[in-house]
Nanobody, 125 residues
Framework: QVQLVESGGGLVQAGGSLRLSCAAS????????VGWFRQAPGKERELVAA????????YYADSVKGRFTISRDNAKNTVYLQMNSLKPEDTAIYYC??????????????????WGQGTQVTVSS
């Protein structure tokens, strides 16, 4: 069983930065791939970034490449999403999700069984 709690969201001006945290409970968290998803009003939930269990593999959506960085600290049971050069279109609720995955599709986390409650990110123009 894994419980996830996101934090770090807020209101920021375009061009600014935020760092989101996804804190997990559960002794086996280091076995899970973790993804950051976002959902804007009227839009589908989309995967923004993902990291495998060891941190050795990372995935980024094209829309955030070069601006967002995902990382994890398994000793702290925490995954981070550093968001730089934020744009108004980054405004959404951000969720983290965890799943044990493997193989070439390790980052397909939309069907994860564990989700956080979400944290709001608002970028003003």
């Amino acid at each position: 069983q894994v419980q996830l709690v996101e934090s770090g969201g807020g209101l920021v001006q375009a061009g600014g930065s935020l760092r989101l945290s996804c804190a997990a409970s559960g002794r086996t968290f280091s076995s899970y791939a973790v993804g950051w998803f976002r959902q804007a009003p009227g839009k589908e939930r989309e995967l923004v970034a993902a990291i495998n269990w060891s941190g050795g593999n990372k995935y980024y959506a094209d829309s955030v490449k070069g601006r967002f960085t995902i990382s994890r600290d398994n000793a702290k049971n925490t995954v981070y999403l550093q968001m730089n050069s934020l744009k108004p279109e980054d405004t959404a609720i951000y969720y983290c999700a965890a799943k044990v995955t493997s193989g070439s599709t390790w980052y397909r986390l939309i069907d994860s069984g564990y989700w956080g409650q979400g944290t709001q990110v608002t970028v003003s123009s």
